[in-house]
């Protein structure tokens, strides 16, 4: 039940995030080319780290949502593997966040909410993942109330 | 019967209490495996943004320009600057044939990475493609829009710097190689060191002729350049007009990078005929 709550709030978190990138990367091309009207966003989005291997780093972004999405909502949450991938994933996305938070408020002293937005979205992506992860996916069977000890009892006695 | 009871009891609190022993030794050992693997996932994690960062695949914002040295300095786009004014006539803040039938009026500010975006990524099209066929000619008016956005002054100084260059047709090497030498927006970088830096390494230009002291000749440079931005409503730059010869019609361009040419045609079945000398 846990588990499924934190699932949920993550499914919120990376919509959220997707959002923002999503925003980021239109305003991108909406909007890249101009000096003057431009916002802290703008500032950011022309500099330099605003692309990785000739990608823009927003729809570097897009990407990790959507396919944090697809690893919550689609591929089998109890398969540790795909809790594993979405810890590797988001903690990539949060230190690359960090990164480029430090590019922005240090190097570029611009202010740029959509940004901003993301890097916490991920941040707290990154935290739920590591959490769900070392808490396991909790126990199988018919729902609220059975413990892990009670689920894990019967199959310790067969054993024996 | 009592004693079998409990003797039962007995045994079977031991097992509950093996079974949950049992239970406790696994779920630590399940822990200390998640702890282990979440230990690895850390350091690839920690790995594959090492790599990412220690490549450098940022966006190169001069478009890949050479780099030389000149003096000691790593300058980047001399060879691109020379490339761009090669065999072209330059009056002033004009590139090209000053008889072109089109002007393309660029509005730009030395210190917009907008602007030095478009410089060394579509400049030299448009040159190659409008100003070499002699189909417009090129004229770059300088506007100071980061400065007040950004509380920085070097801007200004930076332009100074380029106007007095106008008199000896030295305006567009210049330009071109501080674009491809940008520092931040939010930075003082266009010193009075820097800048005699860029205008050594500059084709043509050299350090002797770098004046960045304010002149009656700047001052009215830069006093025209912000009046015209000012009556065409220039918001941004870069920013760009197209005005037909012998004409005060200026049209905007809306799309520079992929509809300069269109416009200039359009502009152009306005042209008057060229004044005779």
Redesign the interface.
């Known amino acids: 039940m846990r588990d499924q709550r934190l699932r949920i709030v993550s499914v919120v978190l990376a919509l959220i995030g997707l959002a923002s990138a999503g925003y980021l990367t239109y305003s991108k091309y909406a909007h890249?080319?101009?000096?003057?009207?431009?916002s802290g966003c703008t500032?950011v989005q022309?500099?330099?780290?605003?692309?990785?291997?000739?990608i823009p780093v927003s729809v570097l972004g897009i990407l990790g949502y959507v396919a944090f999405l697809g690893l919550l909502l689609l591929a089998p949450q109890r398969n540790?593997i795909v809790r594993?991938l979405l810890?590797?994933g988001t903690?990539?996305g949060f230190?690359?966040s960090m990164?480029l938070m430090y590019r922005a408020y240090v190097?570029?002293?611009?202010f740029c909410p959509f940004c901003t937005t993301s890097a916490v979205m991920m941040t707290l992506l990154a935290i739920i993942s590591?959490v769900r992860?070392?808490l396991?996916p909790g126990p199988e069977g018919p729902g609220p109330g059975t413990s892990?000890?009670a689920a894990?009892?019967p199959r310790?006695?067969t054993a024996e | 019967m009592l004693g079998m009871s409990g003797a039962n009891k007995k045994k079977d609190a031991a097992?509950k209490a093996r079974?949950?022993r049992?239970?406790a030794e696994?779920?630590a050992a399940?822990?200390s495996k998640?702890?282990k693997?979440?230990g690895g996932?850390?350091a690839?994690?920690?790995v594959?943004?090492a790599i990412?960062?220690a490549t450098g695949?940022?966006?190169?914002?001069t478009g890949g320009a050479e780099k030389t040295k000149v003096n000691g300095v790593e300058l980047s786009g001399i060879q691109e600057t020379k490339d761009l004014v090669a065999g072209l006539p330059q009056d002033g803040t004009i590139l090209g044939d000053p008889n072109a039938p089109v002007t393309i009026i660029e509005f730009a500010?030395l210190k917009?990475?907008?602007?030095q975006?478009?410089e060394v990524t579509q400049q030299k099209k448009n040159v190659d493609e409008l100003v070499r066929t002699k189909k417009a000619n090129l004229q770059l008016r300088l506007i100071n829009?980061?400065d007040p956005?950004m509380g920085t002054e070097d801007g200004a100084k930076a332009r100074i710097a380029a106007h007095n260059l106008v008199a000896s047709d030295k305006f567009w090497p210049f330009v071109s190689t501080v674009y491809y030498n940008q520092g931040?927006?939010?930075d003082t970088w266009a010193t009075d060191k820097r800048l005699k830096e860029l205008a050594t390494g500059a084709p043509g230009v050299g350090a002797e002729a770098l004046n960045t002291r304010e002149t009656p000749q700047s001052r009215q440079l830069a006093a025209d350049a912000d009046k015209l931005a000012a009556s065409l409503n220039v918001?941004?730059?870069?920013a760009f007009f197209v005005q037909p010869r012998g004409t005060r019609e200026y049209t905007p361009v809306e799309d520079p990078?992929g509809g300069m040419a269109a416009a200039v045609d359009a502009a152009a079945k306005k042209a008057k005929a060229p004044a005779t000398r």
């Open positions: 890249d080319g101009v000096c003057g009207v431009s500032t022309q500099s330099e780290w605003s692309e990785l291997f000739g540790e594993l810890v590797v903690g990539v230190l690359f990164f190097t570029l002293e611009a590591t992860f070392v396991g892990a000890l894990d009892g310790g006695a | 097992q079974l949950e049992e239970a696994r779920a399940e822990r998640r702890l693997l979440l996932a850390a690839v994690v920690v594959i943004i990412v960062l695949a940022f966006k190169d914002t500010d917009c990475p907008a602007c975006q478009y829009i980061i956005n931040l927006e939010n918001q941004g730059t870069p990078a």
